[in-house]
């Protein structure tokens, strides 16, 4: 249904069913509905931000590849949602400084770590500053961290005297 063409009140009227339908349902049916629409570029809006807002298990899939997702939409979900949902949004293949910026303001360190993990973006400087801060009380963080290539020199120095033996080697 949500392949064809549709008028915007016929779309409407299958959004409310479906959206209806999800909240009866299963788990691992709405898991499986999430995966599906987590990938198509004309999902609609509603049933997206539904899905979003979900169990994180459900959520997943939408807050790391959905393309209706707005920086706006995402925004909203990192401040009304916990660390599972934000490190699924640090995954997303494409991230806005303003998004990546209010990450890495959380202060969570997993966060922080699958942003330094995720190679599709390139982390801003206040991303950078801030995890390295972070990353030298942190050798979970400082890690991945090092091992980017957009990490600058300096940075990477000041780190190195807080890693560990087997990290300098590297």
Sequence with gaps: LLDRDLAPREQELISDVLISLMRQAEHDLRQAIAERLSVMDGAPLRIILHIANDDIGVANPVLKNSTV??????????????SDYWQAIAQRRQLSDGVMNVLVDTGDVPTMVALSLNDQVRLTRHALQAMGKTAEQ????????LMRADVPEDLARRLYAFVGQELKRY
């Design 69 to 82: 997702l707005s920086d706006l939409d995402l925004l909203y979900i990192i401040k009304g949602k916990n």
């Design 138 to 145: 942190n050798e979970d963080l400082s890690r991945p961290l």
